[in-house]
T-cell receptor, first 115, second 114 residues
Framework: NAGVTQTPKFRVLKTGQSMTLLCAQD?????MYWYRQDPGMGLRLIHY???????AKGEVPDGYNVSRLKKQNFLLGLESAAPSQTSVYFC??????????????FGPGTRLTVT | AQSVTQLGSHVSVSEGALVLLRCNYS??????LFWYVQYPNQGLQLLLK??????LVKGINGFEAEFKKSETSFHLTKPSAHMSDAAEYFC????????????FGTGTSLTVIP
């Protein structure tokens, strides 16, 4: 049981390049989330998904796209990277308890630098 | 939508001293409250969670938190700090009213002085 995994762990991009971050979970969780973490700002939600084939915008969605084609995978795409997207990205998954999203399980993070 | 406020972005305590990290949530009572810990260069790990079963919640590594509705607080405490407790701590709340999003505080960095 690997939990939540993220690939890659590190990446350096040049401005304007594109990339996709992959998140995978093996806990059969319905909900998945992408966050970015920047110093002094905590975690900010980029996009999330409440089930296979569904996605929704979070607090800071601009410049990112996501897809959830399979229940276990949640992809985060950057079409044209900008230096402002330099950050640590975390994926998380959670299940419902009483109709409410219960504790989140986090991946180890992806450290992205855009030059 | 819910909101979470963590007072004090940096807290320093001596080894063996009481640890108190503060968290206040918005006025509407959330169904679940959480404390997470993040060690350097790692993801977040759940410390404890409040699920309305009991107001005093015990977690891992000797931490506990008390839910106080009258104060809209969920402060994290540990009687005696260890060097290994040095980390970033995040308070969070889940909100079914906004599609089950989670809202995190901005975090408190705990330093333990030997």
């Amino acid at each position: 049981n690997a939990g939540v995994t993220q690939t890659p762990k590190f990446r350096v991009l040049k401005t304007g390049q594109s990339m996709t971050l992959l998140c995978a979970q093996d806990m059969n969780h319905e909900y998945m989330y992408w966050y970015r973490q920047d110093p002094g700002m905590g975690l900010r939600l980029i996009h999330y998904s409440v089930g296979e084939g569904t996605t929704a915008k979070g607090e800071v969605p601009d410049g990112y796209n996501v897809s959830r084609l399979k229940k276990q995978n949640f992809l985060l795409g950057l079409e044209s990277a900008a230096p402002s997207q330099t950050s640590v990205y975390f994926c998380a998954s959670s299940y419902l308890l009483g109709g409410v999203s219960y504790e989140q399980y986090f991946g180890p993070g992806t450290r992205l630098t855009v030059t | 939508a819910q909101s979470v406020t963590q007072l004090g972005s940096h807290v320093s305590v001596s080894e063996g001293a009481l640890v108190l990290l503060r968290c206040n949530y918005s006025s509407s009572v959330p169904p679940y409250l959480f404390w997470y810990v993040q060690y350097p260069n790692q993801g977040l790990q759940l410390l404890l969670k409040y699920t309305s079963a009991a107001t005093l919640v015990k977690g891992i590594n000797g931490f506990e938190a008390e839910f106080k509705k009258s104060e809209t607080s969920f402060h994290l405490t540990k009687p005696s700090a260890h060097m290994s407790d040095a980390a970033e701590y995040f308070c969070a709340v889940s909100d079914p009213g906004t599609g089950n999003q989670f809202y995190f505080g901005t975090g408190t960095s705990l330093t333990v002085i030997p």
